[in-house]
């Protein structure tokens, strides 16, 4: 990867690790959820979001590595927190140990 920096072939690693795809989709989903859960359509929760439409199909599908801007623009938008964007209210499950 001539001209990339470690940072860079880092990032690509992550966003190519399943664990990164199962946040993102986890992520979309419960965007998904809250937007559901208030009847609204994509284009009123872009606009409540002060999204793109595209960009907010996108984080649905699991699709984007967001900024804490975009999550903070969604999370403005649905009238929740960050945290919540990351909870479906369940208890977590107990973590492996290896």
Same mark, same amino acid.
């Given at each position: 990867?001539?001209? /990339?920096?470690?940072?860079?072939?880092? !990032?690509? +690693?992550?966003?190519?690790?399943?664990? %990164?795809? =199962? *946040?993102?989709? +986890?992520?979309? $989903?419960?965007?998904?959820?809250? =937007?559901? *859960? =208030?009847?609204?359509? @994509?284009?009123?929760? !872009? *606009? /409540?979001?002060?999204?793109?439409?595209? /960009?907010?199909?996108?984080?649905?599908?699991?699709? $984007?590595?967001?900024?804490?801007?975009?999550? +903070?623009?969604?999370?403005?938008? %649905?009238?929740?927190?960050?945290?919540? @964007? %990351?909870?479906?209210?369940?208890?977590? !499950?107990?973590?492996?140990? =290896?």
């Amino acid at each position: 990867m001539a001209g /990339h920096s470690s940072a860079d072939r880092d !990032a690509t +690693a992550v966003k190519k690790s399943s664990r %990164f795809r =199962r *946040e993102a989709r +986890a992520l979309g $989903l419960r965007v998904r959820q809250l =937007r559901h *859960e =208030r009847g609204w359509t @994509l284009e009123k929760a !872009a *606009e /409540h979001a002060q999204l793109d439409l595209k /960009h907010l199909q996108k984080v649905e599908a699991g699709q $984007l590595n967001l900024t804490l801007v975009t999550l +903070a623009r969604i999370a403005w938008g %649905f009238g929740v927190s960050i945290a919540a @964007l %990351f909870s479906t209210g369940e208890q977590p !499950a107990a973590k492996k140990r =290896r």
